[in-house]
């Protein structure tokens, strides 16, 4: 039976777990998603945020489990996109009476323009709604993830409900970090900032800002819109989202990512990577053939040296790199420090490689090495050379 989960007296989790997704617009969830609905139990009944369409039975279900869903007076809407507000018309069905309550205008605004017309309610920052011994008060995070988010603080219960922000995605049958493994819950949630969040990193960085500002023991648990809840790493989390995450500092690491059709690209990119071992930086090889873009871009958030090659095929670059390039570029990682090392076979003009180059100048990468470009097949001398360049490179 699907049942709602308590997460403190009178606040319960009633989301839907969608164990089998497998690709979120494009971003591979290896482990699932989540999508996350709370429900408070107050003088006024709230709920915060809904969950995707198809999930309507799922919802109802958990919500049914401990009250009539036609009870809910009062519906938090933190962010537009409908794997949230999917089911906001299902909720004003049930109770034609409900208050919606969204960020004002862009929240109310999308809203609208999703579901037409039903009463929406627009508040802004530091705006607070007494639902009985419980205020809520509501903070716009815009950008994090579309114009319209926003977070909600549950001073009495000290919980944070974040949206996307904090979220990872990842479907288990227990709701918080602690019950699960924290190497896999980090890893989905550094995945999910690197593919979701990661334009909008000072947005982001604010948004930490005015957690932190909330003081040191204002949180006992961050419940985000996608995942676990965050009870026993509230600390672990925060801390990544600011110092790795948002803070734009580079580590000496190194990520080569390219395809290659017979194998001399391949074998440029080998060579580069035992460079950078001999130099005693950290590497990551990764065929895009057999890599998710999502992935790479995981790889990508903090690595200082980024080395991307194609060989040359019609004039262009391989359509599997062109795809990471233009999704590269969508998550606009600029960053002056970033070193970039554009490489690639060809046989009559290099076109491949040098197209990588000038997209990789796009976002702001220093080439300091040029295009290293090879004629054909790289022979042994030329990878000992090559080798050699990421030597003195990372050195
Ligand atoms: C279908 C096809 C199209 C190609 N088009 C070009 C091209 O437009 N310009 C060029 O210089 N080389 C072209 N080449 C040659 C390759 O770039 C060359 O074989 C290169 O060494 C392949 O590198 P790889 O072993 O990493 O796949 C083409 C090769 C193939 C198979």
Redesign the pocket.
Known sequence: MLSAVRIKPDVYWVGAVDWNARSFHGYSTEDGITYNAYLILDEKVTLIDTAKITFKDELLARISSVIDPSKIDILVCNHVEMDHSGNVPTIKELNPNVRILASAPQGVKGLTAHYHDLGFEGVKTGDTLEIGKRTLTFVQTPMVHWPDNMVTYDAYDKILFSNDAFGQHFASSTRFDDENDLGEVMKQARKYYANIVQPYRMQAANAVKAVRKLGPDAIDIIAPAHGVCWRSHVADILDAYENVYTSGKLEEKALVAYD???????KMAHAIADGFLAAGVPVRLMDVKCTHISDVMEEFLDCKYVAMGS?????QMMPPMAELMTYMKGLSPKNECRVGIPF?????????PKSIASELEGVGFDLPLGTLACN??PDQAYLDDLRQKIVDLAK
């Open positions: 290659s059709m017979w194998g001399s690209t391949d060989p040359t095929l019609n004039s690639g076979s060809y046989g009559w003009a290099p076109l491949g054909w097949i």
